[in-house]
């Protein structure tokens, strides 16, 4: 099949075209970077929202019961599960796509797990890549949810319009434990099973959390104005360290986004309504404040980059004699004669010379 | 400091130098890659242990019992716990660490986390360049400990040349989750916490699925010699996809490692004893049927393309105008006039011709 008449299909919302186009990425296989660029014009019309936490917090109930509220709203939903390959979270997973298989049965649900590739890709790239593909295809909302732990959360940030993050009572000792970092990415909280001892604490944590971090942007905004005291005053040395300069998923926006901490009970569907309503409403604030295109520009970006490194790798050990070049000192690396550095130098400086001569 | 100076302090074994070839290699500071290639023709004193498996199981308690029995042979022992960046396991790595404070205070023994760096290295590179530094410190003895979960697992069986795979009978509905390649990177398995009920049907069900791999080393052996039946004797469709041709870490060697599956009780000490003897029979058996040194090899191999990818990456990013090129493009990928494959082809295009006019 030609790339006109796939991007055709795919248009027309044909299943199997979406999923063609899907497996043709996944696997990278051949023309689907020309397939990436085609559809590339189109893309800006489905919201893409992460959804995050520990394990065991109920990700998967809650994507769940957030994909049949927007079902219920006529909306169509694509689901990606991430899994970052866990050699030890088979089961869980299986689990996981047994219960989502109500949704599957749903013309207007798409589900799909991504796992990682081989070593030309890797599988934050991956995922943004099928989710293009799942936006060119028409869905409304692209879920993306993290099966596993890891990376993958902080990529997932770098890849959504919205990220949720979703922490339960039980979540060991509350947010401190939590590497910094990952408060930042937040757009909203969610403390699901709400009904369990320690929610009230929880969410209060994290609103103190919060205030701090509002503290911190108020110190941002003054000291482009020559001030410092408000810094100070609200705290210190932690508000130094600003997380949002180190983080391009989370930049610091022109207006202030209030963070909601929502409570929900993702198995009985509680507070779901609550969530879709402040996912509108972040949506809003996007689209007002400008944070949506700075987002988008940032993760073009960042696209890029990623594009430019899978395509130098490719060139690199397909189309240079690098790989032979190793093969042939492998006596000489296991004896000393030559160490992976030296060799590798010499590799990198035959590639600075070109390989159109 | 110079390098020779520093060179000089690490062999003679100096705590200071040891710390500061660490930092140097761990953050890519200027001439960690001449240290490293300096160092490596006296590389492969140490023994290098990787201890995996899922969260819970144990590991470190076991790691900290294994250490301690190293030190009581009078061996010196540095432990490296390798943490993929979960930004939600906080909490459980600081416990591991606590725990691990009594070995901390043994000069012979060195203890170190690595966590993930910035965007030009990996974590499982710089684990494996800091073992490098551990190994020419004189260690004689390095344990590598994954202290989440992820990728990571197999990345740690590619850096050692033993792999224990340690489980508990709790682990989900046992091996059967496990996804494929996890058992087969396993050079010794521990069954932990060997007392609780599951315990012998872990065991059991170990040892089925290694009789099963026996089987298929047999096939891969008489296939060699012209026979295949042996294979469709032994289980048929399975066998086929047979997962040593697709590792690195365990390939198919000369003679068979019976792959031990031992029981030991962390907690109380118990079952040390014998992982070290058995430890000791993995290493005798490496040096005489050749493994060791084809491990070797293509470790040498797979570290001479990490560091080809990220010299490379270096080149790239820092000393041509790629980055500029995707920030003075930024609008036209917003707006569509641009896709991140045509703008990332036109750089690497570039690449090709080479940097040196």
């Not at 009985?268 to 949506?292: C, F, K, N, P, T």
Request: with cysteine; aromatic share 4%; glycine share 12%.
């Amino acid at each position: 099949m030609d790339l006109a008449t796939l991007l055709g299909d795919l248009r027309a919302r044909r299943p199997a075209a979406l999923a063609r186009a899907i497996s043709m990425v996944e696997n990278g296989r051949s023309g689907f970077e020309a397939l990436l660029a085609a559809i590339h014009p189109s893309l800006g019309r489905a919201r893409r929202i992460g959804i995050t936490g520990p394990p065991g917090a109920g990700k998967s109930t809650l994507t769940e019961r957030l994909a049949t509220r927007f079902r219920a709203d006529g909306l169509t939903v694509a689901v990606v599960a991430v899994d970052p390959t866990s050699p030890f979270t088979g089961g869980a997973l299986l689990g996981d796509r047994i219960r989502m298989e109500s949704l599957a049965l749903d013309a207007g649900v798409f589900i799909r797990s991504m796992a990682t590739r081989g070593s030309l890709g890797g599988l934050a790239t991956a995922t943004r890549e099928v989710c293009d593909v799942l936006d060119a295809g028409g869905f409304d909302r692209i879920i993306i949810e993290t099966v596993g732990v890891g990376q993958s959360e902080l990529d997932v940030a770098r890849s959504v319009d919205t990220t949720v993050l979703v922490l339960v009572p039980e979540s060991g000792d509350g947010i401190q434990t939590l590497k910094s970092g990952i408060m930042e990415i937040a757009d909203l909280f969610v403390v699901n099973k709400a009904d369990r001892p320690g929610a009230d604490r929880l969410r209060q944590e994290i609103e103190v959390m919060l205030g701090i971090r509002t503290g911190n942007a108020f110190r941002h905004v003054k000291a482009h104005h020559g001030g410092g005291q408000a810094g100070r005053r609200a705290g210190g040395q932690e508000l130094v360290d600003a997380p949002s300069s180190r983080l391009p998923a989370s930049p610091a926006l022109p207006a202030a986004w209030k963070h909601p901490v929502l409570g929900t009970i993702a198995s009985r569907g509680e507070g779901i309504d609550e969530l879709a309503i402040e996912l509108e409403a972040h949506d809003q604030w996007l689209r007002v404040s400008g944070g949506l295109e700075q987002r988008r520009k940032r993760r073009l970006a960042q696209r890029t980059r990623e594009v430019v490194e899978r395509a130098a790798r490719r060139w690199i050990w397909q189309e240079t004699d690098a790989a032979a070049t190793i093969e042939r000192h492998l006596d000489d690396l296991a004896q000393g004669r030559v160490s992976p550095y030296e060799l590798g130098a010499g590799i990198v400086a035959d590639l600075k010379k070109g390989s159109t001569a």
